[in-house]
């Protein structure tokens, strides 16, 4: 999208207000750097991708329990081998997830708009909307994906208990600083709470402190390497966060919290000829949305039709999209392995939910 020179010259253009709603359609290549990062991240820690690589392993089994269960309603299952049958039982066809978080808050004026409690309290409420797929654009998808598209009811609440027993309304206020999204920042270091009973959020107005203050957010994988050490974490700028964006771009914290859960971007690796046949190798690693040709892919800028003549998920949250609306069969599948990982599990487990004040 938008460089620093582009950006200075539309700020001198328009206003601060108008100025959110002039770019959303022209979402920023980097708006979102979870691919880059965490391929990084990969590099320096081939133990992570070793991790990964396992969990992933698990998915198959995820998908082939499903087809299981869609049989049997039918009335026609073959047979079922050993490893099938441990997901058929461990897996629930309604799924439910309470996970507790805390919010670490820089600084409460991010590019003029304010982060207090009311704005965060709202962007969480959006976002538990969009992933029970309780929103007004989830029927209203294009028709190739009305029944491909899914929703995981999952809830992310306020954490009511900090990690010395004590109340907390899970929102924490610093004074401002800058870099939450570099890999080893100190703020995240020394602000964490611990990784394995509550996800960390935390919103800075400066991401990567360069001065760039247009990135929206990033989020990093699984990995119980970076929860060991206090770095596992959503890093997120105010003043994309709920009512201070318009109602689309409220819905890129649901992106970066699907990345938390183990989702790439639907438009990574793009769109190649060979890929489809390993579409759980590829990509984004999920075989029910289609490749991308680019970032870049909406009804009116760059078209929906990829390069096989697939119409593609242009309104899945793991997109850039300027409809945000569903999720799909196999992300869900995807993000229920990757809450049952090491590094997920705990979090919202019974006792965990009663340590952290969030248990109903
Ligand atoms: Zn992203």
Redesign the pocket.
Known sequence: MINKITLSILTTAITASTFAHAIQPEFSAHH?K?AETNAQHYRNFPSALIEAQARHEKIANIQSARKYSAQAKQGHVDSLDSTDTSFVMGISATPSYVVPVVFHVYGTVHNGDTVNDAVIIDALYKTNEDFQGQTADYSDIDSEFQNVKDHLNIEFRLAGIDPNGNPTTGIVYHSESSGAGNYSSSDVKNDHWDNYKYMNVYIQNDLYADGVTNNSGVAWYPDSGMSDDGLARVAYNGAYLGTNTDENFRSVLT??FG?FMDLI?TFEGRCKRGAAKRCSQTGDEVCDTPQQNSWQMNPGDGGILNCLGQTINWQNF?AYSDQYANFTQDQVDRMINGLNSSARASLWSASNLSATGVAN
């Open positions: 979102c979870a992106h970066e990345h971007h793991m």
